[in-house]
């Protein structure tokens, strides 16, 4: 056996399949086989962040030489987040680099003094062009290096604005490069559009190794981040923060935010235990009906919650379990400014539009989940167990659930549901002794 020719390593061409190896910088035996066993399990593990939020969504941190793309909404709060990063880091004593081009290094002073001391080892480039880079990295060597945003930077090696597609792959390609041969973590910012998508092309997240999603309600001040691609960990974790007037905090007691301003008996509520990575949260789903005015379509209104499955659950409830809308205005919203997609919302959501039609609450410390079929059964959903225990935790004492679902913990009540016609009848009263 003859090994093949040394195979680029990482740092060979920017783009090539080389630059998207597991990211760890110059590696051990670079283009040589070796025995995995002397392979260091924890040379170029991640870093923490400074931010515990941030660190539980990457699975401890970020990995030298890796790229992870920080995309929301502008305004959702992305800059912040990661100047709060760099200064947490450059605190920690290691030199920092932001290149900002899309405010002036004068607009990021006075934003970084709102969030804390300045660090002296917080670098600044200032500007869009991308070929500035590599100086700056030879003379500033730092730990971190934040490009916000890739939309408005450019090489101008390349044709193409700021933001075209031929300029954000090039830009991408240049900073995984960098990333790789430097071994260096590298975050980038990318704004996201209104559906949700990345401005620029989708294949952004093809080349980078993480990719996060900074979610909120400009009107809320909770901020949720998870990732949607990690190539060193599980994704589904959240991190949760509270925007405040000094940035971005660590959100301690995310109840005071999602169920303090709750009305415990008000019809079209109902409490949800939902899960998102290793973290059950108890999530208010409501729900509001309204006659709809003549001659003008029904409408339909679905806010952190999916609005495809509140279409299908208005059809299921109508068809399945007797409950009838008519000409009805819809309203759906998940409050606090989260959002519960999983299919574990479906009783929940189902039973506050059935609380929103009858008028009648569903009882004040009631937990309800489960997934629930085109044929109006409701189905199992995972994490029962975990789910239970939370709303136990916060001081729930009842909770209605699939059938299959294990019992719940010492003093909550499990009341078990084949059907989402049952748990309509059970939950809105029809079938409580009055
Ligand atoms: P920003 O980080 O600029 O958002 P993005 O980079 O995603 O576009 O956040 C902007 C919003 O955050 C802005 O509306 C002001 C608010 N904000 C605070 O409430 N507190 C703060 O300490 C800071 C720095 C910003
Ligand atoms: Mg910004």
Redesign the pocket.
């Known amino acids: 056996m003859v090994a093949g020719p040394p195979s680029a390593h990482a740092g060979g061409a920017p783009g090539s399949a080389s630059g998207f190896g597991l990211g760890l910088g110059a590696p051990e035996g670079a283009g040589r086989a070796l025995p995995l066993v002397d392979v260091d399990p924890t040379r170029s593990g991640p870093v923490p962040t400074g931010l515990d939020e941030l660190d539980r969504v990457l699975g401890g941190g970020l990995v030298p030489g890796s790229v992870t793309l920080l995309g ?10 990661l100047l709060q990063v760099l200064s947490s880091t450059a605190r920690a004593g290691a030199p920092v680099l932001l290149v900002s081009a899309e405010e002036s290094a004068q607009q990021v002073r006075r ?1 970084a003094e ?2 804390g001391p300045l660090p002296p080892g917080l670098m600044i480039l200032d500007g869009s062009d991308l070929s500035a880079l590599p100086a700056a990295l030879r003379d500033t060597d730092p730990a971190l290096v934040v490009v ?1 945003s890739i939309q408005a930077v450019a090489d101008p090696g390349v044709p193409g604005t700021p933001g075209s597609l031929g300029q954000v792959r090039a830009c991408t390609d240049l900073v995984v490069h960098l990333a790789k041969a430097h071994g260096i973590p590298f975050v980038l ?1 990318g ?1 996201v559009t209104k559906e949700g998508t990345l401005a620029g092309p989708r294949a952004l997240e093809h080349l980078v190794d993480t990719v996060l999603g ?1 979610e909120g309600d ?1 009107h809320h001040a909770l901020r949720t981040v998870h990732a949607t691609k990690h190539r060193f960990g599980p994704t589904g974790e959240l991190g949760l923060f509270e ?5 971005l905090a660590a959100v301690t007691d995310p109840y005071r935010l999602l169920l303090g301003d709750r009305r415990p008996g008000a019809p079209g509520s109902a409490v949800l235990p939902a899960v998102q990575g290793q973290r059950a949260l108890l999530v208010e789903v409501q729900a509001l009906t309204a006659r709809t005015a003549p001659e003008t379509p029904s409408r339909r209104s679905a806010q952190g919650v999916d609005g495809g499955r509140l279409a299908l659950l208005l059809a299921v409830l109508e068809q399945r379990a007797g409950v009838t809308l008519g000409r009805t205005d819809v309203f759906a919203s998940a409050v606090g400014g989260i959002r519960v997609l999983e299919p574990a919302a479906d009783l929940a959501l189902a039973l506050a539009l059935a609380s929103a039609v009858s008028d009648r609450p569903l009882p004040p410390d009631l937990v309800v989940f489960g997934e629930v079929g085109l044929g109006g059964e409701v189905r199992q959903v995972p994490h029962a167990p975990r789910r239970l225990a939370e709303a136990a935790r916060v001081g729930f004492r009842h909770a209605l659930v699939p059938e299959a679902c294990p019992d719940g913990p010492r003093g909550m009540e499990v009341v078990h549901v084949r059907s989402l016609a049952q748990a309509v009848a059970l939950a809105t009263g029809a079938e409580r002794p009055s």
């Open positions: 929301g909404e502008p305004g959702v709060g992305k800059s912040t987040l934003r709102r969030l916000d910012v704004h900074v400009r925007m405040n007037d000094t940035g």
